[in-house]
Protein backbone atom coordinates (compact mmCIF):
# COMPACT_ATOMS: atom_id res chain seq x y z
CA UNK A 1 0.00 0.00 0.00
CA UNK A 2 1.49 3.64 -1.17
CA UNK A 3 2.15 5.50 1.75
CA UNK A 4 0.55 9.12 1.78
CA UNK A 5 2.44 12.27 3.15
CA UNK A 6 -0.68 13.27 4.97
CA UNK A 7 -2.21 10.25 6.39
CA UNK A 8 -4.48 11.38 9.33
CA UNK A 9 -5.86 14.01 6.14
CA UNK A 10 -6.21 10.32 3.99
CA UNK A 11 -7.74 8.76 6.96
CA UNK A 12 -10.10 11.85 7.45
CA UNK A 13 -11.27 11.87 3.50
CA UNK A 14 -11.96 8.06 3.53
CA UNK A 15 -14.76 8.98 6.63
CA UNK A 16 -17.85 9.87 4.50
CA UNK A 17 -19.46 10.77 7.62
CA UNK A 18 -17.13 13.00 8.61
CA UNK A 19 -16.37 14.63 5.08
CA UNK A 20 -20.36 15.44 4.66
CA UNK A 21 -20.41 17.30 8.69
CA UNK A 22 -17.51 19.36 7.26
CA UNK A 23 -19.04 20.63 3.97
CA UNK A 24 -22.71 21.19 5.85
CA UNK A 25 -21.21 23.05 8.44
CA UNK A 26 -18.31 25.21 5.38
CA UNK A 27 -22.40 25.33 4.04
CA UNK A 28 -23.72 26.67 7.04
CA UNK A 29 -21.35 29.17 7.30
CA UNK A 30 -21.64 30.69 3.44
CA UNK A 31 -25.21 30.72 3.74
CA UNK A 32 -24.94 32.69 6.89
CA UNK A 33 -22.63 35.00 5.44
CA UNK A 34 -23.86 35.52 1.85
CA UNK A 35 -28.07 35.27 2.73
CA UNK A 36 -28.52 38.56 4.81
CA UNK A 37 -26.14 40.40 1.65
CA UNK A 38 -28.70 38.70 -0.72
CA UNK A 39 -31.94 39.66 0.99
CA UNK A 40 -30.96 42.72 2.20
CA UNK A 41 -33.24 42.66 5.21
CA UNK A 42 -33.19 44.69 8.40
CA UNK A 43 -32.95 42.30 11.35
CA UNK A 44 -33.71 45.02 14.04
CA UNK A 45 -36.74 47.09 11.16
CA UNK A 46 -40.36 46.75 12.27
CA UNK A 47 -42.80 46.27 9.51
CA UNK A 48 -45.86 47.83 10.89
CA UNK A 49 -47.77 46.39 8.01
CA UNK A 50 -47.21 43.30 8.39
CA UNK A 51 -47.63 43.65 12.09
CA UNK A 52 -46.81 41.86 15.18
CA UNK A 53 -46.26 37.99 15.23
CA UNK A 54 -47.95 37.63 11.80
CA UNK A 55 -47.44 33.85 10.26
CA UNK A 56 -45.01 32.68 7.84
CA UNK A 57 -45.63 34.08 4.34
CA UNK A 58 -44.11 35.92 0.92
CA UNK A 59 -43.02 39.35 2.67
CA UNK A 60 -42.07 37.26 5.71
CA UNK A 61 -40.44 33.56 5.15
CA UNK A 62 -40.88 32.74 9.04
CA UNK A 63 -43.30 35.46 10.55
CA UNK A 64 -42.76 38.44 12.34
CA UNK A 65 -41.77 38.30 16.19
CA UNK A 66 -43.46 40.33 19.10
CA UNK A 67 -42.29 43.89 17.80
CA UNK A 68 -43.07 43.20 13.71
CA UNK A 69 -39.40 42.12 13.01
CA UNK A 70 -38.88 39.45 10.53
CA UNK A 71 -37.55 36.13 12.30
CA UNK A 72 -36.12 34.89 9.13
CA UNK A 73 -33.40 37.64 9.30
CA UNK A 74 -33.11 37.65 12.59
CA UNK A 75 -31.97 34.25 12.35
CA UNK A 76 -29.75 34.62 10.00
CA UNK A 77 -27.82 37.37 11.91
CA UNK A 78 -28.24 35.16 15.26
CA UNK A 79 -26.59 32.45 13.24
CA UNK A 80 -23.63 34.93 12.60
CA UNK A 81 -23.62 35.64 16.53
CA UNK A 82 -23.73 32.41 17.87
CA UNK A 83 -21.07 30.83 15.35
CA UNK A 84 -18.88 33.62 16.18
CA UNK A 85 -19.19 33.32 19.36
CA UNK A 86 -18.59 29.37 18.92
CA UNK A 87 -15.09 29.87 16.86
CA UNK A 88 -14.08 32.69 18.33
CA UNK A 89 -13.84 31.02 22.04
CA UNK A 90 -12.72 27.39 20.62
CA UNK A 91 -9.29 30.01 19.11
CA UNK A 92 -8.82 31.92 21.52
CA UNK A 93 -8.71 28.88 24.14
CA UNK A 94 -6.32 27.06 22.25
CA UNK A 95 -4.06 30.40 21.72
CA UNK A 96 -3.57 31.03 25.84
CA UNK A 97 -3.74 26.80 26.53
CA UNK A 98 -1.17 25.73 23.64
CA UNK A 99 1.97 27.83 24.67
CA UNK A 100 0.85 27.38 28.47
CA UNK A 101 0.75 23.43 27.98
CA UNK A 102 3.98 23.29 25.95
CA UNK A 103 5.86 25.49 28.28
CA UNK A 104 4.47 23.50 31.15
CA UNK A 105 5.72 20.16 29.80
CA UNK A 106 8.96 20.94 28.26
CA UNK A 107 10.56 23.24 30.79
CA UNK A 108 8.54 21.49 34.55
CA UNK A 109 10.08 22.78 37.64
CA UNK A 110 7.93 26.06 38.77
CA UNK A 111 6.41 26.69 34.83
CA UNK A 112 4.73 23.49 35.20
CA UNK A 113 3.88 23.34 39.33
CA UNK A 114 1.79 27.37 38.44
CA UNK A 115 0.39 25.97 35.43
CA UNK A 116 -1.01 23.31 36.54
CA UNK A 117 -2.23 24.59 39.90
CA UNK A 118 -3.82 27.23 37.38
CA UNK A 119 -5.23 24.22 35.18
CA UNK A 120 -6.62 22.85 38.52
CA UNK A 121 -8.28 26.10 39.94
CA UNK A 122 -9.83 26.41 36.49
CA UNK A 123 -11.33 23.12 36.60
CA UNK A 124 -12.43 23.24 40.24
CA UNK A 125 -15.17 25.21 39.49
CA UNK A 126 -18.27 24.69 37.67
CA UNK A 127 -17.57 26.56 34.24
CA UNK A 128 -20.98 27.73 33.38
CA UNK A 129 -21.67 29.04 36.80
CA UNK A 130 -18.29 30.72 36.54
CA UNK A 131 -19.41 32.11 32.66
CA UNK A 132 -22.98 33.37 34.05
CA UNK A 133 -21.42 35.78 37.15
CA UNK A 134 -18.85 37.05 34.98
CA UNK A 135 -20.93 37.85 32.04
CA UNK A 136 -23.24 39.54 34.43
CA UNK A 137 -20.49 41.37 35.95
CA UNK A 138 -18.54 42.74 32.14
CA UNK A 139 -21.82 42.54 30.66
CA UNK A 140 -23.72 40.63 28.20
CA UNK A 141 -22.04 42.07 24.69
CA UNK A 142 -20.44 39.37 22.37
CA UNK A 143 -16.72 40.34 23.04
CA UNK A 144 -17.19 39.87 26.91
CA UNK A 145 -18.80 36.34 26.38
CA UNK A 146 -16.05 35.53 23.77
CA UNK A 147 -13.34 36.29 26.43
CA UNK A 148 -15.03 34.91 29.25
CA UNK A 149 -15.80 31.37 27.80
CA UNK A 150 -12.59 32.01 25.74
CA UNK A 151 -10.37 32.40 28.70
CA UNK A 152 -11.74 30.24 31.44
CA UNK A 153 -11.62 27.30 28.56
CA UNK A 154 -8.06 26.92 28.59
CA UNK A 155 -7.39 24.83 30.86
CA UNK A 156 -8.11 21.26 29.03
CA UNK A 157 -6.28 21.94 26.22
CA UNK A 158 -3.33 23.04 28.50
CA UNK A 159 -3.61 19.77 29.81
CA UNK A 160 -3.60 18.33 26.85
CA UNK A 161 -0.92 19.82 24.92
CA UNK A 162 1.39 19.16 28.62
CA UNK A 163 0.74 15.34 28.27
CA UNK A 164 1.66 14.97 25.18
CA UNK A 165 4.77 17.00 25.36
CA UNK A 166 5.89 14.95 28.31
CA UNK A 167 6.17 12.00 26.32
CA UNK A 168 7.29 13.29 23.02
CA UNK A 169 9.91 15.25 24.76
CA UNK A 170 12.03 12.49 25.62
CA UNK A 171 12.04 11.07 22.14
CA UNK A 172 15.40 10.72 20.15
CA UNK A 173 14.62 13.22 17.43
CA UNK A 174 14.10 15.40 19.95
CA UNK A 175 17.61 14.71 21.66
CA UNK A 176 18.97 15.49 18.36
CA UNK A 177 17.60 18.33 18.11
CA UNK A 178 19.24 19.81 21.64
CA UNK A 179 22.53 18.15 20.36
CA UNK A 180 22.91 19.48 17.19
CA UNK A 181 22.48 22.89 19.18
CA UNK A 182 18.72 24.05 18.78
CA UNK A 183 17.47 26.69 21.30
CA UNK A 184 14.43 25.83 23.07
CA UNK A 185 12.21 28.12 20.93
CA UNK A 186 12.88 26.18 17.77
CA UNK A 187 12.62 22.86 19.57
CA UNK A 188 9.30 23.82 21.10
CA UNK A 189 8.15 25.65 18.08
CA UNK A 190 9.35 23.30 15.02
CA UNK A 191 10.09 19.79 16.95
CA UNK A 192 7.20 19.34 19.40
CA UNK A 193 4.50 21.42 18.25
CA UNK A 194 4.14 19.74 15.24
CA UNK A 195 3.92 16.75 17.45
CA UNK A 196 1.87 17.62 20.21
CA UNK A 197 -0.87 19.47 18.01
CA UNK A 198 -2.73 16.53 17.28
CA UNK A 199 -5.25 16.40 20.08
CA UNK A 200 -5.77 19.91 19.93
CA UNK A 201 -7.75 19.54 16.40
CA UNK A 202 -10.04 17.26 17.59
CA UNK A 203 -10.90 18.80 21.01
CA UNK A 204 -11.64 22.27 19.12
CA UNK A 205 -14.82 21.25 17.66
CA UNK A 206 -15.99 20.17 21.39
CA UNK A 207 -15.22 23.63 22.26
CA UNK A 208 -17.10 25.35 19.97
CA UNK A 209 -19.87 22.96 20.74
CA UNK A 210 -19.57 23.47 24.33
CA UNK A 211 -19.40 27.90 23.47
CA UNK A 212 -22.48 28.01 21.14
CA UNK A 213 -24.34 26.16 23.87
CA UNK A 214 -23.29 28.29 26.68
CA UNK A 215 -23.89 30.96 24.89
CA UNK A 216 -27.75 30.03 24.08
CA UNK A 217 -28.24 29.15 27.05
CA UNK A 218 -26.79 32.59 28.87
CA UNK A 219 -29.08 34.17 26.11
CA UNK A 220 -32.03 32.14 26.83
CA UNK A 221 -32.08 32.63 30.36
CA UNK A 222 -31.84 36.29 30.20
CA UNK A 223 -28.43 36.86 31.09
CA UNK A 224 -26.63 36.79 28.01
CA UNK A 225 -27.00 38.40 24.87
CA UNK A 226 -30.10 40.54 24.39
CA UNK A 227 -32.46 42.26 21.82
CA UNK A 228 -31.84 43.66 19.83
CA UNK A 229 -28.99 41.62 19.27
CA UNK A 230 -29.57 38.56 17.60
CA UNK A 231 -28.80 35.29 18.84
CA UNK A 232 -30.32 31.53 18.27
CA UNK A 233 -30.36 31.68 22.45
CA UNK A 234 -32.27 34.97 22.83
CA UNK A 235 -34.64 34.28 19.85
CA UNK A 236 -35.70 31.10 21.78
CA UNK A 237 -35.96 32.96 24.77
CA UNK A 238 -38.51 35.64 23.36
CA UNK A 239 -40.81 32.80 22.18
CA UNK A 240 -41.12 30.92 25.46
CA UNK A 241 -45.04 32.53 26.43
CA UNK A 242 -47.57 29.79 26.51
CA UNK A 243 -49.29 31.21 23.64
CA UNK A 244 -46.25 31.24 21.26
CA UNK A 245 -44.75 28.09 22.05
CA UNK A 246 -48.44 26.29 21.19
CA UNK A 247 -49.19 28.85 18.32
CA UNK A 248 -46.26 29.70 16.81
CA UNK A 249 -43.85 27.04 16.15
CA UNK A 250 -42.46 28.86 13.20
CA UNK A 251 -41.05 30.86 15.95
CA UNK A 252 -38.78 28.82 17.88
CA UNK A 253 -38.92 25.73 16.19
CA UNK A 254 -36.17 27.11 13.47
CA UNK A 255 -33.38 28.14 15.70
CA UNK A 256 -33.78 25.28 17.91
CA UNK A 257 -33.07 23.02 15.22
CA UNK A 258 -29.84 25.22 14.06
CA UNK A 259 -28.47 24.70 17.18
CA UNK A 260 -29.48 21.10 17.36
CA UNK A 261 -27.83 20.68 13.56
CA UNK A 262 -24.96 22.67 14.11
CA UNK A 263 -24.07 20.52 17.34
CA UNK A 264 -25.03 17.44 16.14
CA UNK A 265 -22.52 18.15 12.83
CA UNK A 266 -19.83 19.56 14.87
CA UNK A 267 -19.69 16.33 17.01
CA UNK A 268 -19.44 14.10 14.33
CA UNK A 269 -16.79 15.92 12.64
CA UNK A 270 -14.92 16.15 15.73
CA UNK A 271 -15.42 11.95 16.31
CA UNK A 272 -14.39 11.45 12.96
CA UNK A 273 -11.13 13.93 13.02
CA UNK A 274 -10.33 12.41 16.70
CA UNK A 275 -10.35 8.74 14.78
CA UNK A 276 -8.33 10.23 11.89
CA UNK A 277 -6.01 11.48 14.12
CA UNK A 278 -5.66 8.66 16.34
CA UNK A 279 -5.83 5.45 14.18
CA UNK A 280 -6.20 3.48 17.47
CA UNK A 281 -9.55 4.56 18.30
CA UNK A 282 -10.80 2.92 15.15
CA UNK A 283 -10.14 -0.31 16.86
Known amino acids: MKKTRYPALT ?15 CLEVLLLLLLPLLLNQDPNLTDKAAGFWSAPGPGHLLGTDDVGRDIFARLLYGGRVSLLVGYSTALLSALLGVPLGLLAGYKGGKWEYW ?3 ACDTFQAFPSIILVLCLVSLLGPSVWNIILVMGVLGWSSIARLVYGSTLSVKEKEYVEASRALGASDKDILLRTILPNVVAPVWAALPMKVVRAILWESSLSFLGVG ?3 PQASWGNL ?19 PGLCIVATVFALLLFSESLRKAMNPRDRL
Open 11 to 25: RFLADKRGVACLISL
Open 115 to 117: IMR
Open 225 to 227: LRT
Open 236 to 254: MQNAMELVTLTTRPWAWIP
